[in-house]
T-cell receptor, first 113, second 112 residues
Framework: EAGVAQSPRYKIIEKRQSVAFWCNPISGHATLYWYQQILGQGPKLLIQFQNNGVVDDSQLPKDRFSAERLKGVDSTLKIQPAKLEDSAVYLC???????????FGPGTRLLVL | DQQVKQNSPSLSVQEGRISILNCDYTNSMFDYFLWYKKYPAEGPTFLISISSIKDKNEDGRFTVFLNKSAKHLSLHIVPSQPGDSAVYFCAALRNTGNQFYFGTGTSLTVIP
């Protein structure tokens, strides 16, 4: 079974630029999550999708961050415009319906200069 | 508001000895607790979990203990192996909403 795929693995941009990350969850997993992990901290949930609907986006900075999961499968997370404090690893995870475990992708490491 | 805390940022243990990683939480409504292991440049991988209705769960060399009255859980690794060197995250979950709350992680180094 293929795991959660993310791309790109690394991205360097300048502040005020835009960036997008892509995630393809494990096949059949209804729930998809985007996390932000700042160096030295644990992952923080940004947004949770159930199929193509948003379950929780209370910690998503909506003035600059957006995410979509149009067909209930893969998802994109966008930052526009980026700030220095957005430098972090962005993790995507997915879980099957009813299961407590989440399966994480390798993450995208973003550096904003 | 840090609902899950791992107060030890790092731990070093000799190979073959026991590693004990600790985690404290503040919300008594959590239903599950999970431990994840993370190697550099990789995403966290699931290690072991425990339901809030249990006080112990064992899987091979890994055992998780839950003390609900103290709002504390611990992960025991016996015997520790060099390949166990990684960052370990404690996570807590409420069934409603499925949102994970992660601790800040403990970096374990097992010395050969």
């Amino acid at each position: 079974e293929a795991g959660v795929a993310q791309s790109p693995r690394y991205k360097i941009i300048e502040k005020r630029q835009s960036v997008a990350f892509w995630c393809n969850p494990i096949s059949g997993h209804a729930t998809l999550y985007w996390y932000q992990q700042i160096l030295g901290q644990g992952p923080k949930l940004l947004i949770q999708f159930q199929n193509n609907g948003v379950v929780d986006d209370s910690q998503l900075p909506k003035d600059r961050f957006s995410a979509e999961r149009l067909k209930g499968v893969d998802s994109t997370l966008k930052i526009q415009p980026a700030k220095l404090e957005d430098s972090a690893v962005y993790l995507c995870a997915s879980s099957p319906a009813g299961g407590p475990n989440q399966y994480f992708g390798p993450g995208t490491r973003l550096l904003v200069l | 508001d840090q609902q899950v805390k791992q107060n030890s940022p790092s731990l070093s243990v000799q190979e073959g000895r026991i590693s004990i990683l600790n985690c404290d939480y503040t919300n008594s409504m959590f239903d599950y607790f999970l431990w994840y292991k993370k190697y550099p440049a990789e995403g966290p991988t699931f290690l072991i979990s425990i339901s809030s209705i249990k006080d112990k769960n064992e899987d091979g060399r890994f055992t998780v203990f839950l003390n609900k009255s103290a709002k504390h859980l611990s992960l025991h690794i016996v015997p520790s192996q060099p390949g166990d060197s990684a960052v370990y995250f404690c996570a807590a979950l409420r069934n409603t909403g499925n949102q994970f709350y992660f601790g800040t992680g403990t970096s374990l180094t097992v010395i050969p």
